[in-house]
Structure formats: C-alpha cells, structure tokens
C-alpha cells in the first residue's frame, strides 16, 4: 500500500456523499442519491444508487448526473424520482420489476415538478409545482399552446419565454420582504399541490396533472392520508405579512372536491405533516410564535386526525427533532434529535409519549428511513470517514456499513482523530469541545491552532459534523491544531442553552470560545503566540467580535458574517431574525445595536483580518463585508477583502466547488503569511 500523504484543500473533489436513503417496501434494497464533483464541469452531479440490505456491491441505476429525489412506489413496482436533465425538474419514473427498461418522464410542466408522495395504492402521487396567479388561470381555462412544429420551432418558443420573463422583471418591482433568498429573487409564483396518476394506459385527458390549490401562498411537501382521499399539507395563513413562511398551518384537502380544512391554530407555525399508517394520528413540527421564535428548540408534535388534543413529544427531552417516520404498525414514530454534538434516533410511543434512544453512535446523521421489517438506513459521516450509508437490524444496537464510496480516498490519506472534551467557562458552565492535533504531531512540541466557530448561532457541531470535515481536516495537515466548541447560543443542549445569547452576542459566546482555548493550551501542544481564529456567518460575526476586543490572535479570517447590526435588518432575507433575537427593532435602540456590531469596534483590530463574502448571498449581504473591509482599512488595520461571485451564504457547503477550494486556499494562505507553520 502506497504511503498515505496529508489532505489537500484539492482534495474536496475526491470525497463523495450519499443522501436520501430510501428503503424499497419488501426492506430488501436501499435507493440512495450519491453526490460527486466533477471537476471539469465545476458541478456537482447527482444519481440514484441501490444496493442490497444484505451487502454486495452498489448498482447506479441514473446516470444524468441531475438526479435525486427517490421515492418507492409501496407496492415496491416502481420508484419515482426528480431530474433536471432537461433543465427544469421534472418527476420519472423507472420500473423496479423486469423488464425495467429505461425512466420515463410523468411530468413535463412549464416550471417543473418536486416534493413526490405515493398514494397508499401505488396509482397516484401527489407533488409541488410552482405558478403565479396568470399561469394558474390560463392552466385552469384548459386551454393548450400548439406543439412546436419541430426542435428549431422548440428552441426559439424556449427563448422567447426566457426572454419575456426577464423583461417582466425589468424594473423589478417590489412588495414584499424577503424578496429575495438564497442566491435569487423572488418572483409571484408559489408551490401548488397537484396530483396525477402513475398507469401509463391512462387516458390523455385522465393521465393530465390535476391542480387542487389555487392561492398566492407557498404549499409544504403534500402527504397522502392512508385511504387515499385526502393530502396533508402547510401553506401560509398570512401571505401578505413580512417572512410569511413564518405562519404556516396545517391542512386537508380533500382529494375528489378539491374542499380545504384547516387542522391548526394560528398561535404556531405547523410543517412537515405525516399521518400515521392506520390513520389514527399526524405527526407534524410546530414552533410557537412569540417574540423569541427564531431561539426556541423545534417540536415534534402529534394530534389525532379527527380532531383532539395536540401535545408535543420531545419536551422533556428538550432537544430540536429532526426527521420522522412512522412504524408500519403506527405504533411507533421515529425520529432524529441532536444532542451534544450528535445525532441521535429515538422511538417515541404516540399514545404514552414514552421515549426510547435506538441510535446513539458518534456521527452526524445526515438522512434516515426506517423499514417495515424494523430496521434503520441512515447516511452519516463519522470522525474518520465523512460519507458512507449505514444499515441498523432492528435486534441489534451496532449498524452495519453498507458502502465504501469514500474507501479509495481514505486509504490514502491521512485522518487525525478528533478529541471531545468538556471545560468550564464562566460561572462554570459546561462547554463543549474538540481538539484535533496537526499532521505531524510530535509530543513535548507545540503548534499553531486554529479557532474555529460555527454560525446560527443555534448551529451544533460535533466530532463527525460533514460541513467540517474537509476544512478542519485540512487545518490539520496544514500544521496547525484545530479547536472548536458549542458555546452558549448553539442547539443541542437544550433551550436554555439556546437562548442564552438574547440581545448579547458578543460577551456570553467570547467567553465560552476563549475558555476553551485556554483549557485547550493547558493541553501542552499550542504555541500561545501562534493562534488564528475563524468562522462563518455568526461565526464571522463572533471571529470580528473577538479581535475587536482581543489582540491575541496572529491573524483572524471573517466568512459572511453579520458586522452591522443596524444594516443587517434592511439587507436580510429574514428581518425578523433581529427583532427576536435582541428583543428590539433597530428604531427602538439603534446605538445598543451599533454599540454591539463588530464593526463599532472595527478600528481597534490589530490583528490582520481576511474578509470573504458572496455577491449573492441574501442572507448576509455583501455589503456586510464591504463595510467592515472599509472600516479596518481606513482606520488603519491590516485586512484584504475576497468577493465569490455567483455564490449565496452556502458558498463553503454547496457552492460551486472550485471557490469552495479557493475559499479555503485563500484562509489557509492568510494563516501562514501571518502565522506560519
């Protein structure tokens, strides 16, 4: 075997993950959706995979490389999926029985299609398309366009739509906030709810999608109930608020007359509902709408389906659930939890409420399913491997690893342990953290450390967390160590916990981050004089804070992060974030606000800073950036400002994955100009 060597920033185009894992009804086969990068594309490409709950060798049954989305039919005959192979998405279906034959397109809608659920049958699904309120009436008129005379007639049509849609835009005329998000705007289509059947010996007029929703308000992932007649979704109650999506109630629609029926109250946003198998109960995610509503752990939430008391599963766990699904009897609801630095999966009783922890390994759960013959497929990434699918039998406590798409690239590099450890901070509290010792270690010596700080605030990581594997991992073979923590303001540990930062960012997280390092360079291994800090999004926030009011660190690189409070609020894709996290809207108290931004303090950084920031990132505006490179220049500070164009506030987890590489070259280099190895 050939000597293993450090891992490179290059690296990030060998590393493959899986997603979605989707267990087929007869629990003998797993459909997965597996991520590569392709490197001379600059793109990631996407394809559905199976492979046997009994092992062997994977088998790729897509191959466009814009494939994700499986969904098993539950007679086990087909499994449906969503492609972008030509352009917009649209759902197909390939046949699991032989002969398979190629996937066939169900949907060829002008926008597209997602969101798939089977009807209980297997001869219907139900799904998401987007229109606004002139496509829905024109759809509704039934009225069709003429087919294009021939692929040139095609073309020009398509360009000629692109085309008008870009000067409807141009001016583009607000009325809302957001009216943008991600890394686009927001334009008047929202997500309706459609069905439509599967048998390709329908009729022309039968085999049509069928709209059953006609509102300027967004519809959540439709579900349908077990007899068939009705779907369960969420769509907002109060389209024409600011953040709308924030108040979302349940519904049924009845699927023969179209007719609507609100389950839920107004007092919570309710999303992400799932009834039961026997029908007997929904399972759905609520949050409270109150003046803190951005800080409160989410609830698991179960309500019978003809009407009762609604009562939340995981309080006295008081953890964020994740994912659920119900156990073939409806006996069980499974769900994900994270807590203290993982992801755990519980059973939880629907009539007693009782809890109980099935999974409880040290990865990062990234998807699950559950079987009907009782066992669990999760894809996670542990401490030494960040992206492999699992399989847990149902009489056994120990998964079983299925694939080893990552096994070619491990073998030949090197993977530093992460170490867990627990400090005090102020008033002894109890923090979190991990320390990761650089390639090369060498005891009786010492090392720079990277600081490392998430964003969220309510982010938890951990030892597996896949968002960092990559990046902390090659801190390490770089030279440095690597510390990083959960302080006060990260999930996991409970609401309190969670809500310890309200209207102070600053101060409460500084002070777990630094008690860290200090527990960390008791350690022996830190050179105190060599120390560099990091982070994202808050986590930029926190990095700016800190070397405004610390000169410690050698050099200090600031990702997307909030440095303006004030500006903040008219720039973000959620302004109501500022309101329920420091109790106040900026007219109230502008200079608490100012006072507690990073860059009212920006002229006292000593320490050379890196700005990086997105041009299209919605979340955290550009001009965040530009601000804070503009003050610590002209106040004379050391500091260079790196723009990606193109990318949003995901830049470092999905953006394209040469500035994910460039973006880490340009910190890594900024750390050994000014503290080297």
């Known amino acids: 075997m050939a000597e293993k060597l450090p891992i490179t920033v290059d690296d990030l185009h060998r590393i493959t993950t899986l997603e979605d894992p989707r267990i087929s009804p007869d629990g003998q086969w797993i459909a997965y959706v597996q991520v590569t990068i392709d490197r001379m594309d600059n793109a990631y490409k996407r394809s559905i995979w199976l492979i046997s709950t009994a092992g062997g ?16 039919s539950p007679d086990g005959n087909m499994l449906a999926f969503v492609s972008s192979r030509d352009k917009k998405p649209q759902i197909y279906l390939l046949r699991m029985t032989a002969p398979a034959g190629e996937a066939r397109p ?42 294009p005379k021939d692929k040139l007639d095609a073309k020009q049509r398509g360009e000629r739509k692109e085309q008008e849609e870009t ?121 409270e709408i109150h003046d803190r509503f951005t800080e409160q752990i989410v609830r698991l939430a179960i309500m019978p389906a003809d009407g009762g008391e609604i009562r939340d599963l995981n309080m006295e766990l008081n953890r964020n659930t994740g994912d659920y699904r119900w156990s073939a009897d409806s006996k069980a609801l499974f769900f994900s939890m994270e807590n203290e630095g993982r992801t755990q999966l519980y059973r939880v009783n629907p009539a007693s409420g009782e809890t109980t922890l099935l999974v409880d390994a040290v990865q990062d759960i990234g998807g699950f399913d559950y079987g009907a013959d009782g066992r669990f497929a999760y894809a996670a990434s542990t401490v030494q491997n960040p992206s492999e699918l699992y399989l847990q039998p149902a009489d056994s406590d120990e998964a079983v690893q299925l694939t080893q798409v990552n096994k070619a690239f491990l073998e030949s590099v090197i993977v530093q342990d992460i170490h867990e450890f627990g400090y005090e901070s102020e008033n002894g509290l109890h923090i979190q953290g991990w320390y990761i010792l650089p390639v090369g270690y060498q005891g009786g010596q010492q090392y720079p450390l990277v600081v490392n700080i998430h964003g969220g605030p309510h982010t938890m990581w951990g030892a597996p967390t896949q968002s960092i594997w990559h990046e902390n991992q090659s801190f390490a073979a770089a030279g440095y160590g690597v510390f990083y923590c959960n302080p006060r303001g990260s999930g996991g540990y409970g609401q309190d916990f969670q809500m310890a930062l309200h209207g102070d960012w600053g101060n409460p997280a500084q002070a777990d981050v630094m008690a860290g390092l200090e527990a960390v360079i008791e350690k022996g291994f830190v050179d105190v004089d060599r120390l560099v800090v990091t982070g994202g999004s808050y986590g930029g926030y926190l990095t700016s804070w800190i070397v405004g009011h610390d000169d410690r660190f050698k ?68 001009s965040e950036g530009e ?51």
């Open 57 to 72: 060798k994977p088998l790729q049954i897509t191959r466009s490389g814009k494939d994700y989305e499986p969904r098993w």
């Open 106 to 147: 169900l949907t060829s809608l002008p926008n597209g299609a997602s969101n798939i659920a089977w009807s209980q049958d297997s001869s219907r699904i139900t799904f998401l398309s987007r229109l606004n309120a002139a496509e829905r009436a024109y759809e509704a008129s039934g009225e069709e366009a003429s087919k």
């Open 167 to 287: 000067e409807r835009w141009d001016p583009r005329l607000i009325w809302r906030i957001p009216y943008r998000t991600g890394t686009s705007y927001l334009d008047d289509r929202f997500s309706q709810v459609y069905v439509m059947p599967v048998d390709e010996d329908s009729s022309s007029e039968e085999a049509k999608p069928r709209r059953l929703t006609d509102f300027d308000a967004n519809h959540d992932q439709p579900q349908w109930t077990p007899d068939g007649d009705f779907l369960l979704t969420a769509r907002n109650t109060q389209p024409d608020v600011d953040q709308a999506g924030r108040y979302t109630s349940l519904f049924r629609i009845d699927v023969g007359s179209g007719e609507h029926e609100q389950l839920t109250g107004d007092g919570y946003t309710a999303f992400a509902a799932l009834p039961s198998p026997n029908g007997q109960w929904i399972a759905y995610s609520r949050l």
């Open 627 to 677: 601000q804070m490179f503009a003050y610590v220049r002209r106040s004379g500070g050391t500091t260079k400002f790196v723009r990606f164009p193109r990318e949003g506030h995901e830049l470092s987890r999905s953006g394209e994955p040469a500035h994910r590489a460039s973006r880490l070259n340009h910190i890594i280099d900024w750390f050994k100009t000014y503290c080297p190895v």
């Open 555 to 622: 050099a200090a690189a600031s990702q997307r992060g909030v440095y303006n409070l004030l500006s903040f609020f008219g720039t973000t894709d959620i302004p109501l974030f500022l309101k329920e996290q420091w109790g106040l809207e900026p007219w109230d108290n502008p200079m608490q606000l100012w006072e507690n931004s990073p860059i009212a303090h920006a002229h006292k950084i000593k320490t050379p800073l890196l700005i990086l920031h997105s041009e299209n990132d919605f979340r955290v505006a550009v």
